[in-house]
């Protein structure tokens, strides 16, 4: 057996069963060995931010780290900004890199690159496989590692030769370490917290801390001592809709967020960072909650949020009670679109069960509000702020969302930079209806310039307005294999997003805004 | 004035004339003083490999560096790839990297990345800068390691406080080091290797040793000697066609490479690398010249080929003697394509002082011999092996060609990576004539597939085959605003090709293969 197969082995026995893949010739006993033993679906996609952001919306719907192969440090970069995006959602991935065999690799030859270095920085784990014979244990300890609460991404880089040597050795799944729980001090902390203080803001973050179970826990607490709850400004999975809190976030923007949080006195943690601004402006706190504020941490990111919080709930002795009602469920609103009226619509359509992928950036800041009676849904968001995570995080989530619709906003700036991942989706039949949102032009940062004090001259404007040629976002599907078509009202989008739930595969409607 | 003002003005004083741009957030105030300040011409590219593989493109043609303006970690992390191959290429670049205030970095906010790790393994220089008063110098230090012989790429990353903070300072341009002298031993080793030894090998390399001028040169010293002449296999810049030597390269393939190099008994290395494998495989040497062969260097990368040439050839006396004749100009190839008749072909069609970009990957092997007797032309390869580098390569070398037609020959799944930069060919207009080499595979991993020693099964072509569904690359190219149709003829291709030429803008012939 050599190394390769040995990997392929070792992953199938840690319970790895997609591998997203965009290989190359020093990968090519990998996908040998691929090719030779059964149990792993492989999804090729055409740029390497498709196969990484695609690992990262497999994990949010699964809780299973993909594999992915990349072809030597160049291919692994490629990938880096969805896996910053993964690394902040907190999301467990085993990248699988290709390299220059060992004793070639001193040749310096062309493609020769600083893998470990480029890995460094997006990965908690990083290990180059030395020889044959630890190609199978290296990849259990790197399932082992992604799969490590709250989630970690895991590279392991591999020389050509320790794939094709002889002497490969399968290695059985090692354990993964229980989710550690929240200590107990932190709890009655909090409970002191919320008995003592006023104006106190219960953060909630992570996929454990927004989860519908860590919602009825929060919303016991909330009910019984008036504490505040809000969900952080970007969520690896927000559980959403009916039977599920009316919760909203930190806003973005950072007057709208410092204002907000003006009345806060005391922040308790659960899973979340205290609210800091995206970026810093002039004259602007880089704190968004105030100075006198004190922060007290339920649990940290890695911590069990659903039992620290029902055990803070039992020790402040809240009672159980009934999520509230969200009201009636939205309609469909005709005519032209505006983001409330898209949200609602898209509210009033969406299946049971509907995983929302949100990269509709300043478009969609003000979408929550009006879906929250939409039905149950998930609402996966770009994480780390790298744009160009939204199609592949579509691509990921619907293959591991088991039929599940997925439907993604999506801005047409941000779109552009994974674009390819349209590609995958036809090419897997994936449920996935794309709303393009097509204003032919990078709004927020018109807006971010507008800030700056001035209106953008002609100079400024052609590095912002994404016109000139205005993208045929129609004919770009098509070209790679997705059905589609241009609304210019909500009334077309709801026709033509009714029909995409009856197709197979994925369909994107440019929705002009 | 500010950081950012001070930065553009510092950078027009050094010389730099062209910004290829993808900015965010928190480069809003570069893109306010590119604004303000006339004289940088910039150019917007939809994702960051564009943005790189364009200042490539542009230094190859103009030996002139551009500014990159990229978006912090990730942003600089999509553009990797292709400065890697940039890097390789020994192309001179300045990155402008915008990043977290200074004082906001310690926040972890959601984009904060490790952006000097990032950049380092691309970058000959890396600095952050500290404070406003310092950008302006910063960016002169800057210009001056790219342009320090033979080419660097230099990465000057902007904490925004720095962009908008006043005490901008205008630094003047740095003195751009002299190009170094070979040694005077190095050139009496030489002379004496050809005057002793038999089957030596000349490898010219880099875009000195690969000049007309260096050509003239090594013309003399073979003549005189019977040394033979190679170029390395992959070339940054190598000038060809009529007036120029018909030089081949180093074979790609492993097996090829070591069979045409098996007699050489010594090489003199001119701005090259002895040649080594691309990749390693089992049973086949790294090294692709004989061990017994031994090795002198005439001129390192950075020294000066042609003066060392020069200087060679005198000091064996070598006369001065015609550059020999290409022979008939090829004529256009009717029917089925094939790679040696779509090379005789476009030597056919080329204009004089066409700028060629291949990345004709596995198909493109086998067209230099067919185009020697073109009209002289510039012939620009992906040199770093990181594909997706073909797209970017011909935009920035149209805009650094002051008008001459460039001809890009590329490779379907290649293309893939970095489409996107089609969009900015129509939105610029620029001269670029895409013969899409559509085989709907990834066929030079077909090819590495088979050499591990079988055909490659469902999975393995799975990740192998861009068919199903196949890419519409008519549409596609229309869908960014480029003019286009398909060919699956050499007639018809001719016919586009003609065509392409009279039209101001880009033209994508997608050939069927």
């Given at each position: 057996m050599n190394g390769a197969e040995s990997l392929v082995h070792s992953l199938l026995k840690s319970g790895v069963e997609v591998c997203f893949s965009n290989p190359g010739t020093s990968e090519m006993h990998f996908v040998a060995a691929l090719d030779r033993i059964p149990g792993m679906r492989c999804v090729l996609g055409l740029q390497e931010n498709v196969v990484t952001g695609a690992a990262d919306g497999y994990w949010r719907m699964t809780g299973k780290p993909a594999v992915t192969l990349l072809h030597c440090g160049p291919g692994l970069a490629n990938g880096l900004a969805n896996l910053h995006n993964a690394r902040r959602a907190r999301s467990g991935i085993v990248n699988c890199v290709g390299d220059q065999a060992t004793y070639h690799?001193?040749?310096?030859?062309?493609?020769?690159?600083?893998t470990e270095g480029f890995a460094r920085g997006v990965s908690q784990w990083v290990r180059t496989s030395s020889k044959a014979s630890q190609v199978g244990a290296d990849a259990a300890n790197a399932v082992q590692a992604a799969r490590t609460s709250p989630g970690q991404v895991a590279t392991m880089i591999l020389p050509s030769d320790t794939c094709w040597d002889d002497g490969g050795v399968v290695a059985d799944a090692l354990p993964v370490p229980a989710v550690p729980q929240a200590e107990m001090h932190a709890v009655r902390n909090a409970a002191r917290v919320l008995r003592d203080k006023k104006n106190v803001l219960i953060l909630l973050g992570g996929t454990m801390g927004t989860s519908e179970e860590a919602q009825v826990e929060a919303n016991r607490i909330a009910a019984a001592t008036g504490a505040r709850l809000l969900a952080e400004t970007s969520n690896a999975k927000f559980q959403r809709?009916?039977?599920?809190?009316q919760l909203e976030r930190v806003p973005y923007p950072a007057d709208v967020a410092v204002k907000d949080l003006s009345q806060v006195e005391h922040i308790i943690l659960v899973g979340s960072k205290a609210p800091v601004g995206f970026f810093a402006y002039p004259n602007m706190p880089s704190k968004h909650y105030p100075d006198t504020a004190t922060v007290t941490v339920l649990?940290?990111?890695?911590?069990?949020a659903v039992t620290a919080l029902r055990a803070l709930a039992d020790e402040i002795s809240a009672p159980k009670v009934a999520m509230p009602d969200a009201g009636p469920r939205p309609e469909v609103v005709r005519g032209a679109p505006s983001p409330e009226a898209l949200a609602r619509t898209i509210a009033a359509l969406m299946p049971e069960g509907t995983i929302i992928v949100d990269e509709a950036v300043s478009y969609g800041r003000g979408f929550f509000p009006h879906t929250h009676a939409a039905p149950a849904h998930d609402w996966l968001q770009i994480t780390g702020g790298a744009i160009g995570c939204g199609v592949p995080l579509a691509t990921g989530a619907a293959i591991g969302g088991g039929g599940r619709r997925v439907i993604a906003l999506q801005a047409d700036g941000s779109a552009?930079?994974?674009?390819?991942g349209l590609w995958t989706q036809a090419r897997e039949k994936l449920p996935v209806t794309t709303v393009l949102l097509s204003n032919r032009k990078y709004q927020i940062l018109i807006g971010e310039y507008q800030n700056v004090g001035a209106n953008p001259g002609p100079t400024a404007m052609n590095m912002l307005d994404l016109g000139n040629p205005d993208i045929g976002w129609v004919k770009l599907a098509e070209s790679l294999g997705v059905e589609a078509a241009q609304a210019t009202t909500l009334d077309q989008l709801a026709d033509l997003m009714s029909q995409s739930f009856s197709r197979t595969g994925p369909f994107l409607i440019e929705l002009v805004i």
């Open positions: 690799r001193p040749l310096d030859a062309p493609l020769t690159a600083d809709g009916r039977g599920r809190l649990t940290r990111p890695e911590q069990d552009m930079y994974t674009v390819q």
